[in-house]
């Protein structure tokens, strides 16, 4: 029995994969969605921010989109879908299946702007279809992702530059350089997937990369075999620290697309410049490359903004996560968050912390 001031049992922030997962495996434990389970998502559709991915990203260029937990059931798989389609379209689209096959009502577009205390509770505001909005509940469960939060490293010059400045998360399509000096900053799939579009559309193109980019052997990457890479994650979130890059320990799977292009020179990455000028780039040995555009493909931070109030922050510059769980405070899950950045640890993040959800449930 909820107390009277309390809304739901769960909110969940966040219908991508981190999201919508958790809340399949609570339903399947018998939590209802829609009243014991509120499920909020600020996007205007379906698909997390897989909706809001660039249309030449092809399903077959990105790695492995794993399916979420129970999708069988909708006979769809992202492992027979057509590789040659959009991937936001597809995942958008095996999303609204899913939301809809089981029933998930989510609630958008919702965005949340903050989460505090209420009592032994958690009032999370947002701004919902009929405006702003409040909802009190007794566990929370962050799964927000990355997307709205890009990380661009700060350069000298970076504000002087007189080109136009993008990051992968505003990057719409190639065309819109075409016939411009362009210098992609970034090593990993998204810089190289930016490379292969601009190649013949770009008066001139260059690489920058902060460290040398280390091609694997295999076609795919398998984000969760990086043996550093899921663990390295993982220290980090435990010790409160903010979380390293997930492409800097993983490396780049050299699929044919991509050992064609190296073979024909297309991705030998320079150094990293050391000053940006208002029509360029400058190393620090003095070389210039002028630029009429700077694509950033420099990766994304945890998107957490709206839980300041809670001062879940450690000194060491993150938040101390293990096992999906904060460990200041033990109302709060993180589904997606770290070692669980990629589709199949959100499905697994899912499931672990829907159980703890359930144990915290009944103790309280
Ligand atoms: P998201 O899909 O980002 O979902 C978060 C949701 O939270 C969004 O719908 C957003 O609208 C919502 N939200 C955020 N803030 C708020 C708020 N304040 N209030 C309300 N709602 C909010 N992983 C793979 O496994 N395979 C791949 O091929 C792959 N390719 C990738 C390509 C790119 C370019 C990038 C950037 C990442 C890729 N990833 C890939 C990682 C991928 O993002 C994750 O695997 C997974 O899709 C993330 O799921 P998520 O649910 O954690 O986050």
């Known amino acids: 029995m909820l107390p009277a001031a309390t809304d739901t049992s769960v909110v969940i922030i966040g219908a991508g994969q981190a999201g919508l997962s958790t809340a399949y495996y609570l339903r399947r434990f018998g939590l209802q969605p829609g009243t014991d389970v509120v499920l909020l998502d600020r996007g205007p559709g379906t698909g997390g921010a897989w909706q809001f991915r660039w249309e030449a990203l092809r399903l077959g260029f990105a790695h492995r989109v794993n399916d979420l937990p129970g999708m069988e059931e909708l006979g769809v798989s992202f492992e027979t879908a057509e590789r040659t389609l959009p991937a936001r379209d597809v995942v958008a689209d095996y999303y609204r299946r899913y939301e809809e096959h089981y029933e998930l009502q989510v609630v958008r577009p919702a965005e949340v702007y903050s989460v505090e205390n209420f009592g032994a509770d958690l009032m999370v505001h947002f701004r919902g279809p009929g405006g702003d909005d409040q909802v009190s509940t007794r566990i929370l469960v962050n799964a927000t992702g990355t997307w709205g ?8 010059g970076l504000r002087n530059f007189r080109g136009r400045q993008v990051h992968t998360n505003d990057y719409r399509s190639a065309e819109e350089f075409a016939g411009q000096k362009v210098v992609v900053i970034g090593g990993g799939t998204s810089a190289i997937g930016f490379l292969l579009e601009l190649e013949h559309v770009a008066d001139r193109l260059t690489w920058v990369a902060r460290r040398p980019i280390s091609f694997l052997d295999e076609q795919e990457l398998n984000i969760e075999a990086g043996k550093s890479s899921v663990a390295l994650q993982d220290e980090a ?25 190296i073979d024909r ?8 410049f050391s000053s940006i000028e208002p029509d360029g780039v400058r190393w620090a040995d003095g070389t210039f490359e ?56 959100a499905n697994r993040a899912g499931r672990v912390i829907a159980r703890q959800v359930l144990t915290s449930l009944s103790h309280l």
């Not at 939060?149 to 000298?156: E, I, Q, T």
């Not at 009429?292 to 938040?319: N, V």
């Open 237 to 261: 979130a435990r010790e409160g620290r903010a979380l390293p890059s997930i492409v800097s320990t993983t490396g780049v799977p050299r699929s044919r697309r991509i050992q064609a292009a």
């Open 290 to 345: 002028p630029a009429d555009a700077l694509i950033w493909a420099t990766g994304f931070r945890p998107e957490l903004r709206h839980l300041a109030p809670l001062k879940l922050r450690e000194k060491a510059g993150g938040i101390a996560v293990g096992n999906g769980v904060s460990w200041r405070d033990g109302r709060i899950f993180f589904a997606g968050y770290g070692p669980a950045a990629s589709t199949i640890g």
């Open 265 to 272: 020179g297309l991705l030998s990455a320079r150094p990293m």
């Open 149 to 156: 939060a890009p990380f661009v490293p700060w350069y000298p």
